[in-house]
């Protein structure tokens, strides 16, 4: 059994355009399908995030919003595994940032999971060898809805200097993304060994799963998010 969850972050021009074509294939295909919405969860939008011109960017908010949505919807599903859509080009980058920033401990939480962990639900990732052009041109061939939009605030992420960096040594040494891809996996017993799965805490906020005592970081980033419109609106 299947259910599909999508996560409506809250950004005009883009999530609003792809909802519709999920909603409707999820229809014709009899699959179960989940909406969740982060202005719903966190009470903000991303748009509206994206306006308060904050140190990080928007990304930084949304991909752990995105996570807390996708894992919480999953567990609330009964899912054994959440299947994410991240193919090789994505893994390829997250890979290389997390090297260049030394954040070893990261690499060693990426997925596929392996070890269940209480309120977690494993997240695997079928698509993570697949290059991104050829997921693209296996829904066209197959007359799949594709919904061909960048998000509006991706241009502010770090993501698509690493993104450039593969390309162009892709260009001159074809096959770069699989070993880096391929290099994680034959270093995840080491990373595993150096990193074992440690004892989680529950948010005092929202419970759920956490690593360190305290808040969780979706916890966290909303708390900021709300103190940076307080003081917009002091200032006006």
């Not at 269940?116 to 991104?132: A, C, D, K």
């Not at 948010?203 to 799963?209: A, F, I």
Request: proline share 6%; hydrophobic share 40%; net charge negative.
């Amino acid at each position: 059994r299947i259910v599909v969850i999508t996560v409506d972050e809250g950004i005009v021009g883009y999530r609003d355009l792809s909802i519709p074509m999920v909603e409707r294939y999820c229809a014709e295909h009899a699959l179960p399908w989940v909406l969740t919405s982060v202005e719903e969860e966190q009470g903000v939008t991303m748009d509206a995030v994206a306006a308060l011109g904050l140190a990080e960017t928007p990304c930084a908010y949304c991909g752990v919003w995105r996570r807390w949505s996708m894992n919480r919807a999953a567990r609330e599903a009964g899912a054994r595994y959440l299947a994410t859509g991240l193919n090789l080009d994505d893994t390829a980058q997250s890979v290389l940032m997390n090297v260049c920033r030394g954040d070893v401990e990261r690499l060693a939480r990426f997925g596929p999971h392996t070890r269940e962990q209480p309120g977690l639900v494993p997240r695997i990732q079928p698509l993570r060898y697949l290059p991104e052009v050829e997921s693209y041109l296996y829904a066209h061939l197959r007359g799949l809805p594709i919904h061909n939009a960048e998000c509006p605030h991706a241009t502010r992420a770090q993501r698509g200097r690493y993104r450039k960096v593969i390309h162009d040594l892709q260009e001159d040494e074809p096959g770069v993304a699989h070993a880096l891809v391929g290099s994680l996996d034959r270093l995840r017993p080491a990373l595993e060994a150096t990193f074992p799965a440690a004892d989680l805490s529950s948010c005092p906020e929202c419970g759920e799963p956490v690593l360190r005592e305290g808040l969780c970081k979706a916890c966290a980033l909303r708390i900021v998010v709300k103190g940076a419109h307080t003081e917009r609106e002091v200032g006006q």
